[in-house]
Protein backbone atom coordinates (compact mmCIF):
# COMPACT_ATOMS: atom_id res chain seq x y z
CA UNK A 1 0.00 0.00 0.00
CA UNK A 2 0.70 3.09 -1.03
CA UNK A 3 -0.02 6.77 -0.46
CA UNK A 4 -0.11 10.08 -2.26
CA UNK A 5 -0.12 13.58 -1.07
CA UNK A 6 -2.36 15.90 -4.07
CA UNK A 7 -1.92 19.54 -3.29
CA UNK A 8 -3.86 22.41 -4.92
CA UNK A 9 -3.62 25.92 -4.07
CA UNK A 10 -6.22 28.83 -3.79
CA UNK A 11 -5.30 32.71 -3.53
CA UNK A 12 -2.20 34.79 -4.53
CA UNK A 13 1.64 33.05 -3.49
CA UNK A 14 3.84 35.65 -3.86
CA UNK A 15 5.54 37.57 -1.19
CA UNK A 16 3.54 40.83 -1.37
CA UNK A 17 0.28 41.42 -0.11
CA UNK A 18 -2.49 44.17 0.32
CA UNK A 19 -6.21 43.92 2.38
CA UNK A 20 -7.33 42.47 -0.82
CA UNK A 21 -8.77 39.18 -0.66
CA UNK A 22 -7.45 37.65 -3.28
CA UNK A 23 -3.93 38.85 -2.60
CA UNK A 24 -3.50 38.75 0.79
CA UNK A 25 -4.45 34.81 1.61
CA UNK A 26 -2.63 31.82 0.42
CA UNK A 27 -4.18 27.84 0.28
CA UNK A 28 -2.58 24.84 0.15
CA UNK A 29 -5.18 21.90 0.31
CA UNK A 30 -3.79 18.52 0.71
CA UNK A 31 -5.66 15.23 -0.36
CA UNK A 32 -4.06 11.81 0.83
CA UNK A 33 -5.14 9.17 -1.16
CA UNK A 34 -4.05 5.43 -1.26
CA UNK A 35 -2.88 5.36 -4.89
CA UNK A 36 -4.58 1.38 -5.16
CA UNK A 37 -8.17 3.36 -4.43
CA UNK A 38 -6.93 6.39 -7.03
CA UNK A 39 -6.60 3.46 -9.97
CA UNK A 40 -9.62 1.23 -8.91
CA UNK A 41 -12.61 3.19 -7.46
CA UNK A 42 -11.84 7.26 -7.95
CA UNK A 43 -10.33 7.53 -11.63
CA UNK A 44 -12.88 5.11 -13.14
CA UNK A 45 -15.47 6.69 -11.14
CA UNK A 46 -14.89 10.15 -12.33
CA UNK A 47 -14.59 9.27 -15.60
CA UNK A 48 -17.73 7.95 -15.57
CA UNK A 49 -19.29 10.92 -14.10
CA UNK A 50 -17.46 13.10 -16.73
CA UNK A 51 -19.05 10.65 -19.66
CA UNK A 52 -22.48 11.08 -18.33
CA UNK A 53 -22.77 14.49 -17.89
CA UNK A 54 -20.57 15.70 -20.05
CA UNK A 55 -20.00 13.05 -23.03
CA UNK A 56 -16.17 13.17 -22.24
CA UNK A 57 -14.04 11.19 -24.85
CA UNK A 58 -10.92 9.34 -24.17
CA UNK A 59 -9.17 11.15 -26.90
CA UNK A 60 -10.40 14.61 -26.06
CA UNK A 61 -10.30 14.47 -21.80
CA UNK A 62 -12.00 16.32 -19.91
CA UNK A 63 -10.77 17.84 -16.89
CA UNK A 64 -12.92 18.88 -13.47
CA UNK A 65 -11.52 22.12 -12.72
CA UNK A 66 -13.52 23.94 -9.86
CA UNK A 67 -13.63 27.39 -11.56
CA UNK A 68 -15.16 27.06 -15.28
CA UNK A 69 -17.49 23.95 -13.49
CA UNK A 70 -19.27 26.86 -11.13
CA UNK A 71 -19.04 29.67 -13.84
CA UNK A 72 -20.48 26.90 -15.86
CA UNK A 73 -17.95 27.60 -18.86
CA UNK A 74 -17.55 24.96 -21.81
CA UNK A 75 -16.97 22.52 -21.75
CA UNK A 76 -19.55 22.74 -18.05
CA UNK A 77 -22.47 24.94 -20.16
CA UNK A 78 -25.15 21.71 -19.72
CA UNK A 79 -24.88 22.73 -16.45
CA UNK A 80 -26.95 25.86 -16.97
CA UNK A 81 -29.94 23.29 -17.24
CA UNK A 82 -31.03 23.57 -13.10
CA UNK A 83 -32.48 19.86 -13.39
CA UNK A 84 -29.00 18.52 -14.79
CA UNK A 85 -26.84 20.82 -12.54
CA UNK A 86 -28.85 19.21 -9.27
CA UNK A 87 -28.22 15.99 -10.97
CA UNK A 88 -24.65 16.25 -11.35
CA UNK A 89 -23.83 17.67 -7.85
CA UNK A 90 -25.86 15.19 -6.03
CA UNK A 91 -23.52 12.45 -7.75
CA UNK A 92 -20.56 14.46 -7.39
CA UNK A 93 -21.57 14.85 -3.31
CA UNK A 94 -22.30 10.86 -3.25
CA UNK A 95 -19.07 10.18 -4.69
CA UNK A 96 -16.97 12.73 -2.74
CA UNK A 97 -19.09 11.06 0.53
CA UNK A 98 -18.10 7.56 -0.46
CA UNK A 99 -14.50 7.84 -1.55
CA UNK A 100 -11.97 7.05 1.16
CA UNK A 101 -8.90 9.95 1.35
CA UNK A 102 -7.82 12.46 4.15
CA UNK A 103 -7.94 16.26 3.94
CA UNK A 104 -5.31 18.34 5.13
CA UNK A 105 -5.43 22.35 4.57
CA UNK A 106 -3.45 25.61 5.27
CA UNK A 107 -4.33 29.31 4.97
CA UNK A 108 -1.76 31.69 5.42
CA UNK A 109 -2.40 35.88 6.41
CA UNK A 110 0.25 37.08 4.64
CA UNK A 111 -0.11 40.75 5.86
CA UNK A 112 -0.07 39.25 9.19
CA UNK A 113 3.06 37.23 7.81
CA UNK A 114 4.81 40.36 6.60
CA UNK A 115 5.11 41.94 10.29
CA UNK A 116 7.97 39.00 10.94
CA UNK A 117 10.88 41.42 8.98
CA UNK A 118 13.87 39.00 9.97
CA UNK A 119 12.38 35.86 9.55
CA UNK A 120 10.52 36.06 6.25
CA UNK A 121 9.56 32.46 4.88
CA UNK A 122 8.05 32.13 1.47
CA UNK A 123 4.40 31.86 2.14
CA UNK A 124 3.78 29.06 -0.28
CA UNK A 125 6.91 26.85 1.00
CA UNK A 126 5.69 27.65 4.79
CA UNK A 127 2.47 26.01 4.13
CA UNK A 128 4.10 23.07 2.60
CA UNK A 129 5.96 22.66 5.43
CA UNK A 130 2.93 22.53 7.69
CA UNK A 131 1.35 19.84 4.97
CA UNK A 132 4.14 17.69 5.03
CA UNK A 133 4.58 17.73 8.63
CA UNK A 134 1.29 16.23 8.92
CA UNK A 135 1.43 13.98 6.08
CA UNK A 136 4.68 12.41 7.26
CA UNK A 137 2.56 12.04 10.91
CA UNK A 138 0.06 10.35 9.03
CA UNK A 139 1.78 8.00 7.11
CA UNK A 140 3.94 6.92 10.01
CA UNK A 141 0.54 6.54 12.33
CA UNK A 142 -0.15 3.82 9.67
CA UNK A 143 2.34 2.97 9.12
CA UNK A 144 2.77 3.02 5.54
CA UNK A 145 4.67 5.14 3.14
CA UNK A 146 4.21 7.62 1.00
CA UNK A 147 5.08 10.45 -1.99
CA UNK A 148 3.99 14.08 -2.84
CA UNK A 149 2.47 15.46 -6.17
CA UNK A 150 1.65 18.86 -6.25
CA UNK A 151 -0.01 20.99 -9.46
CA UNK A 152 3.40 22.98 -11.59
CA UNK A 153 3.38 26.56 -11.22
CA UNK A 154 5.59 27.51 -13.67
CA UNK A 155 9.34 27.06 -14.73
CA UNK A 156 11.28 29.29 -11.87
CA UNK A 157 8.33 28.57 -9.34
CA UNK A 158 8.85 25.13 -9.58
CA UNK A 159 12.48 24.69 -9.58
CA UNK A 160 12.18 26.71 -5.93
CA UNK A 161 9.41 24.43 -5.07
CA UNK A 162 11.55 21.24 -5.64
CA UNK A 163 14.63 22.56 -3.68
CA UNK A 164 12.34 23.54 -1.06
CA UNK A 165 10.92 20.01 -0.91
CA UNK A 166 14.71 18.39 -1.03
CA UNK A 167 15.26 20.31 2.03
CA UNK A 168 12.79 19.42 4.16
CA UNK A 169 13.19 15.53 2.94
CA UNK A 170 17.05 16.04 4.12
CA UNK A 171 16.64 18.41 7.14
CA UNK A 172 13.61 18.35 8.40
CA UNK A 173 11.68 20.74 10.46
CA UNK A 174 11.34 22.73 13.86
CA UNK A 175 9.06 20.14 14.23
CA UNK A 176 9.53 16.42 12.51
CA UNK A 177 13.53 15.30 11.60
CA UNK A 178 14.65 15.06 8.05
CA UNK A 179 15.12 11.05 9.74
CA UNK A 180 11.66 10.93 9.95
CA UNK A 181 10.56 12.50 6.33
CA UNK A 182 13.61 9.84 4.98
CA UNK A 183 11.61 6.98 6.80
CA UNK A 184 8.10 6.96 5.26
CA UNK A 185 8.66 9.10 1.76
CA UNK A 186 9.58 7.16 -1.08
CA UNK A 187 11.47 9.86 -2.53
CA UNK A 188 13.67 12.94 -2.04
CA UNK A 189 11.89 14.87 -5.07
CA UNK A 190 8.01 16.62 -5.40
CA UNK A 191 6.80 15.71 -8.29
CA UNK A 192 5.32 18.03 -10.41
CA UNK A 193 2.11 18.10 -12.97
CA UNK A 194 -0.49 20.05 -14.66
CA UNK A 195 -4.05 19.01 -14.11
CA UNK A 196 -4.37 18.86 -18.26
CA UNK A 197 -2.36 15.43 -17.73
CA UNK A 198 -5.57 13.69 -16.37
CA UNK A 199 -4.55 13.47 -12.75
CA UNK A 200 -7.93 12.67 -10.84
CA UNK A 201 -6.01 13.08 -7.45
CA UNK A 202 -5.03 16.88 -8.40
CA UNK A 203 -8.69 17.27 -9.93
CA UNK A 204 -10.00 16.31 -6.56
CA UNK A 205 -7.87 18.48 -4.49
CA UNK A 206 -8.91 21.75 -6.86
CA UNK A 207 -12.90 20.71 -6.28
CA UNK A 208 -11.83 20.68 -2.19
CA UNK A 209 -9.70 23.78 -1.72
CA UNK A 210 -11.60 26.49 -2.03
CA UNK A 211 -14.42 24.85 0.33
CA UNK A 212 -11.61 24.12 2.42
CA UNK A 213 -10.50 27.48 2.31
CA UNK A 214 -13.37 29.58 2.61
CA UNK A 215 -13.77 27.52 5.72
CA UNK A 216 -10.96 28.88 7.22
CA UNK A 217 -12.09 32.10 6.32
CA UNK A 218 -15.41 31.96 8.06
CA UNK A 219 -13.76 30.44 11.43
CA UNK A 220 -10.73 33.00 11.83
CA UNK A 221 -11.91 36.14 9.92
CA UNK A 222 -15.67 36.37 11.07
CA UNK A 223 -16.68 35.92 7.49
CA UNK A 224 -19.79 34.67 6.41
CA UNK A 225 -20.06 30.97 6.67
CA UNK A 226 -20.31 28.98 2.92
CA UNK A 227 -23.67 27.85 2.00
CA UNK A 228 -25.42 25.92 -0.68
CA UNK A 229 -23.67 23.20 -2.28
CA UNK A 230 -19.89 24.79 -0.69
CA UNK A 231 -21.69 24.28 2.95
CA UNK A 232 -22.55 20.50 1.49
CA UNK A 233 -18.79 19.58 0.56
CA UNK A 234 -17.93 20.85 4.30
CA UNK A 235 -20.17 18.64 5.89
CA UNK A 236 -19.03 15.82 3.62
CA UNK A 237 -15.25 16.96 4.56
CA UNK A 238 -15.93 16.95 8.60
CA UNK A 239 -14.75 12.63 9.34
CA UNK A 240 -11.94 13.26 6.10
CA UNK A 241 -9.96 15.44 8.33
CA UNK A 242 -6.67 14.11 10.09
CA UNK A 243 -7.67 14.69 13.51
CA UNK A 244 -5.32 15.90 16.83
CA UNK A 245 -4.82 11.86 17.82
CA UNK A 246 -5.15 13.22 21.67
CA UNK A 247 -7.91 15.54 21.18
CA UNK A 248 -10.06 14.88 18.33
CA UNK A 249 -9.73 18.40 17.15
CA UNK A 250 -9.43 19.42 13.75
CA UNK A 251 -8.89 23.11 13.60
CA UNK A 252 -5.36 23.90 14.72
CA UNK A 253 -3.63 20.48 13.59
CA UNK A 254 -5.51 19.67 10.08
CA UNK A 255 -7.57 22.76 9.36
CA UNK A 256 -4.43 25.28 10.35
CA UNK A 257 -4.77 28.66 10.15
CA UNK A 258 -0.78 30.65 9.70
Excluded at 57 to 68: A, G, S, T, Y
Excluded at 101 to 120: F, G
Excluded at 167 to 188: D, P
Aim: hydrophobic share 35%; with cysteine; proline share 4%.
Amino acid sequence: MKYRLYIDEVGNSDMGSSVDPNHRYLNLTGVIIDLDHVKNVIHPEMENLKQRFFNSHPDEPLIFHRREMVRRLYPFKVLDDPQIRQDFDTALLECLSRWDYNVITVTIDKLAHQRYTVWRYHPYHYCLHVLLERYVMFLEKQPVKGDVLAEARGGKEDRKLKESFTGIFENGTSYVTGASFQAVLTSREIKLKQKLNHIAGLQLADMLAHPCHKSLLANQENQSKPTGFTEQILEILLPKYLRDSRTGRIDGWERKWL
